[in-house]
């Protein structure tokens, strides 16, 4: 149990309920510069003016709100401070998948309930812009919504947004590689392509098949291959990856995209020359998409602990929403 004594872990959030087939939520951050956004109808209206854009976080596999990851908070007292608060806020989005509850959803499912969190911004709290953030599998997300916007999909349009902010995008595949035999891997791909051939995409798969840290909650068979099966829907930034694929997933993009990996990233192998790779994906972009503000975050681990290199990212993140106008 956290300490009450300890004001750092003591800070105010807005749950804001919208529409959705799961009953989804959002955690907007209030700070003493900045009213949260006013409810849509009825209530207590804001003493001060609510930021006019959102910031959407969304956290990695096993994450949830609110303060999903540390710098989730620096980010935002960062956009309060900027602008007196009245330009952004930052929420943090509740997914169905949160949690130890990533192993029996999808990209899909995450997008869907996404979409719904965009148009409660846009319709119902009258926000002008809204902005991705990615962390982690956050950064899948993201890049699976920008190829799914303006289509129909799951019921619903999924609407535009503004712009995207990847921190952390790492390989899944890559990352488990780390950890086990390149045999044991194959083994575990293998049986869960298998059983989805034979109509078994949402059983759970073996737990002696799964890394030590997968076994807490069940995976699909889906999911897994998902995740670190070659060309899985999860497989959007390994090192591997064949030129055409890259040119597919970056030359799609619409909106401009901030790229952040984290500079001592524990989930990176050693020899992925990350520098290297950023290049590369900012190159496959259409010109003026992928921002010059790009680069690795100096000192941080893959969740950002270190305070200074909290207040790096959180400085690229308020300058490139600045630049978006």
Same mark, same amino acid.
């Given at each position: 149990m956290a300490?009450? !004594?300890?004001?750092?872990?003591?800070? @105010?959030?807005? *749950?804001?309920? =919208?529409?959705?087939?799961r009953k989804p939520c959002a955690f907007e951050h209030t700070?003493?510069?900045?009213?949260?956004s006013p409810p849509p109808t009825g209530g207590a209206q804001a003493q001060t003016q609510a930021p006019r854009n959102a910031l959407v976080f969304i956290g990695g596999l096993g994450d949830g709100p609110p303060a999903a990851v540390p710098y989730a908070r620096a980010i935002a007292a960062k956009l309060a401070a900027a602008g007196g608060g009245s330009?952004?806020? $930052?929420?943090? &989005?509740?997914? !169905?998948?949160?949690?130890?509850?990533? %192993?029996?959803?999808?990209? +899909?499912?995450?997008? &869907?309930?996404?979409?719904?969190? *965009?148009?409660?911004?846009?319709a119902s709290l009258k926000k002008e812009r809204v902005v991705l953030l990615g962390h982690s599998?956050?950064? /899948?997300?993201?890049? &699976? =919504?920008? +190829?799914?916007?303006? !289509?129909?999909?799951?019921?619903?349009?999924?609407?535009?947004?503004?712009?995207?902010?990847?921190?952390? @995008?790492v390989s899944d595949r890559e990352a488990v590689a780390m950890d086990v035999s390149a045999a044991d891997l194959a083994r575990s791909a293998e049986? #869960? #392509?298998?059983?989805? +051939?034979?109509? %078994?995409?949402?059983? #759970?798969? @073996?737990?002696?098949?799964?890394?030590?840290?997968?076994?807490?909650a069940p995976?699909?068979?889906?999911?897994?291959?998902? $995740?670190?099966? *070659?060309?899985?829907?999860?497989?959007?930034?390994?090192?591997?990856?064949?030129?055409?694929? *890259? #040119?597919?997933?970056?030359? %799609?993009?619409? /909106?401009?995209v901030l790229i952040a990996p984290s500079a001592e990233d524990e989930f990176v192998a050693g020899h992925i020359d990350v520098p290297q790779l950023v290049d590369k994906w900012k190159k496959a972009c259409a010109p003026g998409i992928a921002s010059d503000l790009s680069?690795?975050? @100096? %000192?941080?681990?893959h969740s950002v602990d270190s305070p200074d290199a909290q207040e790096w990212l959180a400085d690229r993140v308020v300058r490139f929403l600045a630049a978006l106008g």
């Open positions: 300490d009450s !004594s300890n004001n750092n872990d003591i800070f @105010p959030v807005t *749950v804001h309920r =919208y529409p959705g087939t700070t003493t510069t900045a009213s949260p330009t952004y806020s $930052l929420f943090e &989005a509740r997914l !169905s998948t949160a949690f130890t509850a990533f %192993g029996y959803g999808s990209l +899909a499912q995450d997008v &869907a309930e996404l979409a719904a969190l *965009v148009a409660y911004l846009r599998t956050g950064c /899948q997300d993201c890049l &699976a =919504y920008a +190829a799914a916007s303006g !289509s129909d999909g799951s019921g619903g349009v999924v609407g535009d947004v503004d712009g995207f902010i990847l921190q952390g @995008p049986c #869960a #392509a298998a059983m989805i +051939a034979r109509g %078994g995409k949402d059983d #759970a798969m @073996p737990r002696d098949l799964l890394p030590e840290g997968f076994r807490a995976v699909t068979a889906y999911r897994w291959f998902s $995740l670190v099966g *070659v060309g899985g829907d999860d497989d959007f930034f390994s090192s591997d990856l064949p030129d055409d694929k *890259v #040119a597919a997933i970056w030359g %799609g993009l619409r /909106q401009p680069g690795l975050i @100096p %000192g941080a681990n």
